[in-house]
């Protein structure tokens, strides 16, 4: 089992910067691939950014040039700092490991990003 634990959600302005953490614990070497995705009010939710265990980066067009995903492994940790923040970029931001060999996702709680003057 794996256990999934985002954090750094907040209020910012638009152009502001943000860092989300996200905590994995338990059995991590189940895991492929860290992502993180995002559900804004109304909509689904979309995939953002994307980190394989072979530090392969893949990030949404949307999100390209403005958010940076890495990963601390001593830390069990995932980050994804976002940079010149948009009022789009407003949601829930919920971190997902994928497991290995499967497509089953484990999910955090998630964490709220609001962009706003």
């Known amino acids: 089992q794996v256990q999934v634990v985002e954090s750094g959600g907040d209020l910012v302005q638009p152009g502001g910067s943000l860092r989300l953490s996200c905590l994995v614990s338990?059995?991590?070497?189940?895991?492929?691939?860290m992502g993180w995705h995002r559900q804004a009010p109304g909509k689904t939710r979309e995939w953002v950014a994307r980190?394989?265990?072979?530090?392969?980066?893949t990030y949404a067009d949307s999100v390209k040039g403005r958010f940076t995903i890495s990963r601390d492994n001593a830390k069990n940790t995932v980050y994804l700092q976002m940079n010149s923040l948009q009022v789009e970029d407003t949601a829930v931001y919920y971190c997902?490991?994928?497991?290995?060999?499967?497509?089953?996702?484990?999910w955090g709680q998630g964490t709220q990003v609001t962009v706003s003057s």
């Open positions: 338990g059995s991590i070497y189940t895991i492929s691939a």
């Open positions: 980190i394989t265990s072979s530090d392969y980066i």
């Open positions: 997902g490991a994928e497991k290995v060999w499967t497509a089953y996702i484990y």
